[in-house]
């Protein structure tokens, strides 16, 4: 009994807190709902007042153009004699007029009704020739006052506004009446135009209810309700609206809150589907009265929002006072539970400070391990580049032993001449020929200074390269190169070419292993036309954007197809036995990709091997020491 009671509360409880939200979120709605209904209500006031007192102003402002130009000498003139005179100078005067004051067209029409000249003389629909004695504007001109019309013009079929002015040729007798009519009509589409751009529908309507104007060109020359066979006959007398069909626009009131304020709808149409607030306001100028349609989806809008954030508080209440007695529960609860949490929570708090030491311990040996195999991989990089920098020595030493046959012919020939040179100044001291013995003297300090310039460029070939690339100039590695090849060039007579442009070259490089690779790749080149004819060595530079590529050819025999693709592997050779370890392109190969570039090797179009070196392109030189011209100054 007691559960039953308590499930009991609980659902009234529950009811009663579903009814207070409903209730909440209905009251809410209706005051969002009135209050935006009397916003929008405002609002469209606001524009409705604006937009009528806009077009009122745009029809006003050609008001006085009739009897302005009906005033005219020139038109009264014409007018008392119009066969006997040519219609264009009057014409275009009135096409000038027609262009300054912005209206549709002006015309003249005599007293008969025929019109006699027109802004529009240029066009097919030419108003000239036509009769508008049926017109209401003809008809309140030609009895002496000013004439108003709204209508579709009978040869355009355009929407316009026409103001109208008697013409007198002889307005100083009592009971003279006018002779012609001038009359000035003006479009209605740019004031609709700029409805458009506004967030509301507007109509004009004129006194049969008739849709004249509106924002939406589907609902134009539309009318309002349905006319009776009798009024549709009478505006076809009039022919205001010509032959248009005026089928109803499906307008549906649902409400009427206020005098000039609805609430309307659409049965049919651009507007069909979607409610509307409708405010009037009577035109009494011209007799017409301007609509303008607000739509309610914001009133919509407000109330489901308002009701939705009520609907929300209400909950945010509800839960609050929901969570507090929930609260309140679990805290006894917790109380009960409190010393059993606490006695867990000292056994897992222990079992995991054993935890933790086990692991703090692994974590310590393998730390340790990993400190160990840190420093043993250190120590082997150091050990890896020392013996890379000890090989590519000892590969330049390799290319010494090469060139010391050449350079040992080069080194006996100054000597030979050295010891006759000092043989024959000792003969001229004896004989007292002391200027001949200063000229054999001069020729030995020559020889010497050849010598020491062969040793200086040995010298420079054997030493350790720096740290840091820099700026390089090519074709000087390229001259130096060559001076160590001089004696084996001459002998083995090569033809050597040159293939660069005139202005200085550099490459971001190091210098000493930028020119031991072109003195490994030109060596390698003079050992392959060995057995050639006529040996030609060609040494191109050429520049590509950020890249310089320096090129090697010879006209040897060139590469094997199955070995170009292992001629850079270390130990790798295609000499024969004892000519050679098969470590110089794989260590070139190395130096360059060092450098930040790549060495490539293919066989020339015309026969023979072709290397490729392509390095970073560099805007100049630094201010390095060249140590070139060091070793050079002390031997000299």
Known sequence: MPMLSHRRVRQLLW??????LVLAMWQSALLARDQALQ????????????????LIGHLSRHDYLPALLASREMVRRFLASPESQDPMPLNRLLDRFRATAGVSDIYLINRHGDTLAASNWHRPDTFIGQNYAFRSYF???IAGRDGRFYGLGVQSGERGYYFSAPVWLDDTEPNASPDGV?????????????????????????????????????????????????????????RRYADKPLTPAGLAITETPGKHSQRVGFQRGPLAGEDYLGLSRPMPEFDWEMYILKSLAPVIQAQWLAALLVGGLYGVVVLAGGIGWQRLRLRREREQFADRE???????????????????????????????????RRRAEERLRQTRDELI????????GQLAAGINHELNQPLAAIRAYAENAAEFLARSRTEAAKGNLAQIIELTDRMAEISAQLRQFSRKSGDRPTSVSVPACFDYALRLFQSRLRDARVTVERDWPEEEIWVRADLVRL????VNLIGNALQAMGQTDAPHLQLSIESDGDEVRIR??????????????????????????GSGLGLGLSISARIIDDLGGRLTAENAPGGGARFTITLPRDSGPEAIVDTRNEEHDTHA
């Open 15 to 20: 009811l009663a807190v579903t009814l207070g």
């Open 182 to 238: 001038m009359v000035v009509k003006v479009l209605l589409d740019t004031v609709e135009a700029s409805w458009a751009e506004q967030d509301a529908e507007l109509l004009v309507t004129d006194k049969d209810d008739i849709i004249f104007m509106a924002s939406r060109p589907e609902l134009r020359m539309k009318a309002l309700q349905p006319i009776s066979d009798d009024q549709r006959e009478a505006l076809r007398d009039t």
């Open 552 to 577: 090697v050819t010879d006209n040897g025999p060139g590469i094997a197809e199955a070995h170009l693709g292992r001629i850079f592997e270390p130990f790798f050779t295609t000499k024969s036995p």
């Open 515 to 518: 020119e031991q690779v072109l």
């Open 393 to 400: 020595q000892a590969a330049k030493l390799a290319v010494l």
């Open 39 to 54: 916003e929008l209500r405002h609002d469209a006031d606001n524009e409705l007042r604006l937009s009528a007192a806009s």
């Open 342 to 376: 606490r006695r867990t929570l000292a056994r897992a708090r222990d079992e995991l400070e054993l935890n933790v030491q086990r692991r703090t311990r692994d974590l310590v040996e393998t730390n340790r391990r990993l400190s160990g195999e840190i420093e043993e």
């Open 139 to 141: 008809q309140d001109a």
